[in-house]
């Protein structure tokens, strides 16, 4: 089937196995540190300063995290920052099952954690073309691979509900420090081409420069990572108010918070899927147009929607949409960047995606203060189609694509 093709590849096999379960860790201990800093706080301000703790270092240093991933051996660069992660999540673990912790140190370690995906993610990305033999096959391991952080995003939040309300966060976190031994194992049983050394004697600073440089001269990458900061900034960040509504809206507990995250993850599933079947020559640029729409109308019914059940479903639609903002980008990414440039342009596609969100989380916490997690979240879906149309009127119009 064409679904599964970059399951042909050894090495992709194991990548995806290993990330599979680590990544369902990765969803439980998010959930669970945004669902005590509410409980604790009953800040939707505060729910948007954990999201910028643990996301605006990516924004920091993943331009620099790129120039590592070009540089030296991916490999090692992994190994590092998933035993780092390892650490991380296990003194998160210690604190909260010692119950001796405050909001502010789980907030240090979530931005050493954002410090580390910095590094992470241009190296993570960067590699799993490498992984693949038949580099026909890209497009589908990048779909296949969004499906699995989806697939983690149904089962991680739902898992953390129950987890939270019978056992606590510490056990969230414990697990999901327990997780990184699968990711490891993975890795080190893969065949990997021999590490060639980069000859290049620039200093980082120039090396930065000819990824700004590059993007200026291909548009077609320049244009998509754009659309997605904005999005990243005003529409995304949705999700810093989901715990507003599983507590205040459905006077619901840590399960519903879990549920209702897992429902835009079922959602971002069935969209991988579909993009997964895709053939290799459709146009990705026209369906991420179409996507965003369906993104920001599935927004718009989500918003004012009090009724649990049907709140579920318009999350199920949302979430189709939403997968295509973060799964295409890369894409194109992977299939457009040259590859002695993949690394820098990825780390400005992190940036665009892991920097911007937590400047929306604090912009969402605070302009929510003021009219309501509700009506804040219609604004962002009428964003999220303002964005789609302006992204139609400038690439495929101007540039006939």
């Known amino acids: 089937m064409e679904t599964f093709n970059a399951f042909g590849s050894r090495n992709f096999r194991l990548y995806f196995a290993g990330q599979s379960i680590s990544l369902v860790g990765t969803w439980m201990q998010r959930t669970a540190i945004y669902w ?34 070009d540089r030296y051996h991916r490999f090692k660069v992994l190994m590092t920052t998933q035993i780092s992660s390892m650490i991380q999540a296990t003194l998160l673990a210690i604190l909260v099952l010692f119950n001796h912790y405050e909001i502010w140190e789980i907030l240090v370690l979530s931005t050493l954690l954002g410090i580390i995906n910095a590094f992470d993610v241009p190296a993570r990305q960067a590699m799993v073309y490498e992984m693949v033999d038949n580099k026909e096959h890209l497009s589908n391991a990048i779909a296949l691979n969004s499906s699995m952080v989806n697939l983690a995003r149904l089962l991680g939040p739902g898992l953390a509900g129950i987890v939270l309300e019978r056992f606590g966060a510490g056990i969230c976190f414990a697990i999901n420090a327990a997780s990184f031994a699968a990711v490891l194992i993975s890795l ?25 440089n590059y993007l200026k001269k291909t548009p077609e990458l320049g244009y998509v990572i754009l659309s997605l900061a904005l999005m990243s900034l005003f529409a995304l960040p949705f999700t810093t108010l989901l715990p507003v509504y599983a507590k205040e809206i459905f006077k619901g507990s840590a399960s519903t918070f879990g549920f209702i995250n897992s429902c835009f993850g079922l ?18 640029r026209k369906i991420l147009f179409i996507n965003t729409l369906v993104f920001g109308t599935g927004l718009i019914l989500f918003s004012h929607t009090h ?61 929510s203060h003021f009219i309501g997690s509700p009506n804040t979240i219609l604004l962002e879906g009428f964003i999220a189609l303002s964005i789609a149309i302006s992204f139609y009127l400038l690439v495929f119009r101007h540039h006939g694509r």
């Open 188 to 212: 080190l049983m893969m065949r990997l081409p021999k590490f060639e050394p980069s000859l290049t004697s620039k200093n980082v600073i120039v090396e930065l420069k000819e990824g700004i």
């Open 267 to 284: 959602g971002a599933i069935f969209g991988t899927i579909f993009l997964a079947s895709l053939k290799p020559k459709v146009n990705l």
């Open 36 to 69: 005590i800093i509410y409980i604790q706080t009953h800040s939707t301000f505060m729910l948007g300063v954990a999201v910028f703790a643990g996301q605006f270092p990516s924004f920091l240093f993943s331009l620099l995290g790129g120039v590592v991933s």
């Open 307 to 367: 009724y649990l059940p049907l709140s579920m479903l318009f999350a199920v639609i949302t979430g189709i949409g939403m997968m295509s903002q973060i799964t295409i980008t890369n894409t194109i990414v992977q299939i457009t960047a040259s590859p002695e440039m993949r690394g820098r342009v990825i780390s400005y596609y992190a940036m665009a995606f892991f920097g911007m969100q937590p400047l929306g989380g604090l912009l969402i916490g605070t302009v």
